[in-house]
């Protein structure tokens, strides 16, 4: 079954300096792989998501994350934080039509 | 217009009574999911439903607490049943493929649920 732990619970930034969200992932098959971010009593957002296409995936808000299969990772980043960026981020994880697995979240606090 | 119309966002329950929560799905999708996400913690599936057949549950989560209705195939509604403060969480129900969210998957906002 597929699996993915975020190793990082909780991570903190200032303002302006890159952020780095690890996340490893397990699958027996080709994965795909997503990445949501959760701010305080608001819904899941999509932030980006690979489907086997580019390894390099761009998503919304200038963040990405680059898919390795040789390092089962999935990483995300952003070059600048910005203090609307702290929130939860869950790595997520299919295969196929299967239901999406999520990790136990990354809690990002961005200090000013 | 929301993709998924979760209701209700949120509600107070007394224990032992039961709620049922309900998603509309603005289109057809094959797969729909329920979700439970306690305080401070991940989401965890509780079951996937697929219409004309049976909800199939994950380890932990049985019928008789949390069934699941699927008529069609935009519609889906999960009951908590005899509720207890160990039920307070937020509920969040999936589908897939979403035509709106290019064919990938898509959530509800979540009914907040607190049971008192």
């Known amino acids: 079954a597929q699996s993915v732990t975020q190793l990082d619970s909780h991570v903190s930034v200032s303002e302006g300096t890159p952020v780095l969200l690890r996340c490893n992932y397990s699958s027996s098959y080709s994965p795909s792989l997503f990445w949501y971010v959760q701010h305080p009593n608001k819904g899941l957002q999509l932030l980006l998501k690979?489907?086997?296409?580019?390894?390099l995936v761009k998503g919304i808000n200038g963040f990405e994350a680059e898919f390795k299969k040789s390092e089962t990772s999935f990483h995300l980043t952003k070059p600048s934080a910005h203090m609307s960026d702290a929130a939860e981020y869950f790595c997520?994880?299919?295969?196929?039509?299967?239901?999406?697995?999520f990790g136990k979240g990354t809690r990002l606090s961005v200090i000013a | 217009s929301a993709v998924i119309s979760q209701k209700p966002s949120r509600d107070i329950c007394q224990r032992g009574t039961s709620l049922t929560i309900q998603c509309q799905v603005d289109?057809?999708?094959?797969?729909m999911f329920w979700y439970r996400q306690q305080p401070g913690q991940s989401l965890t599936l509780i079951a996937t439903a697929n219409q004309g057949s049976e909800a199939t549950y994950e380890s932990g989560f049985v019928i008789d607490k949390f069934p699941i209705s699927r008529p069609n195939l935009t519609f889906s509604t999960l009951t908590v049943s005899n509720m207890s403060p160990e039920d307070s969480s937020i509920y969040l129900c999936?589908?897939?493929?979403?035509?709106?969210?290019?064919?990938?998957?898509?959530f509800g906002s979540g009914t907040r649920l607190t049971v008192v």
């Open positions: 999936s589908a897939f493929p979403s035509r709106t969210e290019g064919y990938g998957y898509t």
């Open positions: 289109s057809q999708v094959t797969m």
């Open positions: 997520v994880v299919s295969e196929g039509n299967t239901p999406l697995v």
């Open positions: 690979y489907t086997s296409a580019a390894t």
